[in-house]
């Protein structure tokens, strides 16, 4: 039987929307046609987030609930007017992605199964040179949602203060954007030292409530990403849909209104009511273009009183400047002379434990491997519940949510470090509440032999 077809006349182009009832968001009931037609609703504030810009394909063919994919090649079979662009990568490599301009081509990404939309901060026609600082707030688990607000108004007033006009925006999960428009003078690796330097001073404006910490382990509150600058990490843009069960949206703000603003009043329903009612709170937002230059020399100033570089993301290149790629907690006492720290035993029935095969000082145990957070979260829940005396001993940062490589998705892998559990009372490692392996079917060559 031949799968459904409906199509649609957008932006004077047929663009066919395949399968157009499937059920993208089951707990909502919402279908991928509901998913199209929302984006069309919405086109103008859509685009402006996106348009022009080179975009990576993030992909659920089963719609929010199932396994994603990241597709960084334009597909072979497109319409000849779905422009591409070729980018260059950290990795050496070269690929072809997706160039959105108009509410036609928009339509097509999201027949393709794209419920978000992940553009790149940089414009085709200029791909070294980002036109965009991204700010993005990630809050450890155990913060509350009044403190990701109140860290977005101490980075506003940081920004402005610097010479840069900030505009907000929910994530549409827990955290918070903030986005700014560069000039386009400067480079990938300088847009991230200005993030850098930014996020240091917001930690600086308000330490009990913010971090610029890389490492988990020495997080508090509400982190300041600043390596989203880096080249090749991409963000949801504004007016994204993003896969949660209400189908929460990526929704631009005004300032006046993220004092009291709640995430889980903008969904795919109420946003594109409050857009035809209000418009686009981002109205503006590619006119104000600041300098970046007041951030940097910002940094010049942390870098004299000795403060370096940051760790990059792990599948960066070392880069000159940057520190030791190891967890505090794992770094060698100057002048030990044996290697300090253990290896964690695994989960029953699993071959390695929390850290891998690496050493730490940590007190780890290793709670859930899941294809997707919820699932992972829903196992730390069950765990909670089984040792109820324990967790009121745990701070925030003892809680490790990691979002781990797969072959061509994510997994989430959680831990928790049971350093301020009395050693008596700390259970031992158990089975995992949630036991996902995302290797599962990979035909591994034999060791030694070639590819």
């Known amino acids: 039987m031949p799968k459904s077809e409906q ?3 957008v932006a004077g182009r047929k663009v066919t929307i395949t399968n157009p009832e499937k059920v993208f968001f089951p707990h909502t009931g919402h279908t991928k ?4 037609r929302y984006y069309l609703g919405v086109a103008d504030g859509a685009l402006r987030g996106v348009a022009g810009r080179p975009m990576a394909l993030k992909r659920y063919p089963n719609g929010a609930e199932g396994e994603f994919f990241f597709q960084k090649r334009a597909p072979t079979s497109r319409p ?10 950290p990795s050496g490599r070269t690929a072809h992605e997706i160039v959105v301009r108009d509410a036609a081509q928009l339509a097509w990404v999201i027949n393709l199964g794209c419920i978000d939309l992940n553009p790149h901060p940089v414009r085709a026609d200029d791909l070294e040179h980002p036109d965009e600082l991204r700010v993005d707030l990630d809050p450890l688990p155990a913060v509350p949602w009044p403190q990701v607000r109140e860290v977005a108004l101490v980075t506003r007033q940081a920004l402005e203060d610097f010479g840069l006009a900030a505009w907000p925006k929910t994530s549409g999960s827990r955290g918070f954007h903030v986005y700014c428009r560069l000039e386009r003078r400067w480079t990938f690796p300088e847009v991230r030292r200005a993030a850098l330097a930014l996020a240091r001073e917001v930690e600086r404006r308000a330490p009990d409530l913010a971090t610029s910490k890389w490492w988990k382990e020495e997080r508090h509150g509400v982190f300041l990403d600043y390596n989203q600058n880096a080249k090749d990490r991409t963000v949801a843009s504004a007016y994204s849909v993003r896969p949660t069960p ?6 631009p703000l005004r300032w006046e209104e993220v004092p009291t603003c709640d995430p889980s009043a903008f969904t795919i329903d109420t946003v594109r009511h409050r857009f035809e009612r209000e418009g686009d709170a981002a109205t503006g937002i590619d006119e104000a273009v600041g300098s970046l230059q007041p951030l940097l020399d910002l940094a010049v100033q942390h870098e004299a009183a000795g403060f370096g570089d940051a760790p990059w993301p792990p599948h960066f290149a070392k880069q000159a400047g940057e520190p030791p790629r190891v967890q505090p907690s794992k770094r060698r006492a100057a002048g030990a002379t044996s290697r300090e720290g253990v290896v964690p035993p695994p989960a029953p029935g699993k071959k390695v434990g929390p850290t891998g095969r690496r050493r730490t000082k940590m007190p780890l145990v290793e709670i859930a491997r899941a294809a997707t957070e919820k699932d992972a979260r829903e196992g730390l829940e069950r765990w909670k519940a089984r040792h109820p005396k324990v967790w009121p001993y745990l701070a925030p ?5 990691d979002s781990m490589r797969g072959r061509s998705t994510t997994w989430t892998r959680i831990r928790v470090n049971l350093r301020n559990v009395p050693e008596k009372k700390r259970p031992p490692q158990e089975p995992l509440e ?10 591994w060559p034999p060791r030694g032999s070639a590819r």
């Open 434 to 443: 949630v036991d996902y392996d995302p290797w599962e079917g990979v035909d």
């Open 246 to 251: 209400d189908a929460r949206v990526s929704t």
């Open 7 to 9: 199509i649609l006349e």
């Open 397 to 401: 940062a003892d809680v490790l949510v």
């Open 33 to 36: 046609l509901d998913l199209v």
């Open 80 to 89: 000849d007017w779905v422009e591409t662009v070729e980018l260059s990568f």
